[in-house]
């Protein structure tokens, strides 16, 4: 049995806590399209400084890396739509627990990989965490229906790109190289819409919080890039479970940073679905 070394195990759970991060940097600003916007154009940059000193990855990576591009196109439309009409500590937890159950659940039938007891009993209590968040203040309004809906479809990108970029870096043979240009070829298309959907109001934007989406950005794009380096060193499984502690971060972030209601049992689905995945990805001994 493979064993997940320390050091790369404390690397992803520091990426677990800056994906939670930056995502609460965009949901609690008030314009979250431009800072979104600016998040992203500042891991392009910062893509764009490293590129020339760890070198390009392989050509076989490179349909890869454009996939996960429109993949994660799709998925910053899901989120930041969701972030419009919900909570932090309701889509967050959602999306992210969904994603890797996803792949676990159709594992068999993607890459012959079927599920095992200890895993099934890892994915019912991921659902069960999922339907606590949904139900949190009992039956959902109309807005709650519509954030969870989105959070379910932001979930299931979520599942898509994690498995093409772990693909990706591998076929790469370079895991920075190609974590440099997947910021590069991802990083402008926010910011272009948030420029087209805002015009000259941006600009007064940008000079009073370019701090805040430069932050998130390097925050945003190194801890991905821990995350997609980890995948390439370390069985993909165990760097998913130990990611998706990010649930926890965004959780608490939500309820005790940003002032968001019922966060003890939002807490406590969190933990259900921590729970649950580790169960189905961790195997002891």
Excluded: Q
Aim: charged share 10%; aromatic share 10%.
């Amino acid at each position: 049995m493979d064993k997940l070394d320390p050091t790369v195990a404390g690397l992803v759970l520091l990426a677990a806590l800056m994906h939670a991060s930056w995502n609460a940097v965009v949901k609690s600003d008030p314009d979250r399209l431009a800072s979104f916007g600016l998040v992203m154009l500042a891991g392009c940059v910062l893509g764009a400084i490293l590129a020339p000193f760890v070198g390009m990855p392989a050509p076989e990576s490179w349909g890869y890396l454009l996939a996960s591009v429109l993949i994660h196109c799709v998925y910053y439309y899901f989120l930041l739509k969701a972030y419009a009409v919900g909570d932090l500590s309701h889509v967050y937890p959602i999306a992210r627990g969904l994603g890797p159950t996803l792949v676990a659940v159709f594992s068999g039938a993607l890459i012959g990989e079927y599920l095992s007891l200890r895993e099934t009993a890892g994915v019912v209590l991921v659902s069960l965490g999922i339907a606590g968040l949904a139900l949190a203040r009992g039956m959902p309004s109309a807005d709650e229906r519509r954030a969870t809906a989105l959070a379910v479809m932001t979930g299931i990108t979520i599942a898509a790109y994690t498995v093409v970029d772990a693909m990706g870096a591998r076929a790469s043979g370079n895991a920075l190289g190609y974590i440099a240009w997947l910021n590069i070829l991802e990083g402008p298309w926010v910011f272009v819409v948030a420029c087209l959907k805002r015009g000259g109001a941006i600009v007064p934007y940008i000079r009073k919080y370019w701090w805040r989406g430069t932050a998130g950005g390097m925050v945003a794009a190194i801890g991905y890039g821990i995350a997609i380096w980890a995948t390439s060193v370390s069985p993909v499984a165990h760097i998913s479970a130990l990611r998706e502690t990010s649930v926890l971060f965004a959780t608490l972030m939500g309820t005790l940073l940003l002032g968001e209601s019922f966060g003890r049992k939002r807490v406590a689905a969190a933990l259900l679905m921590v729970c649950g995945l580790l169960l189905m990805n961790f195997k002891l001994g």
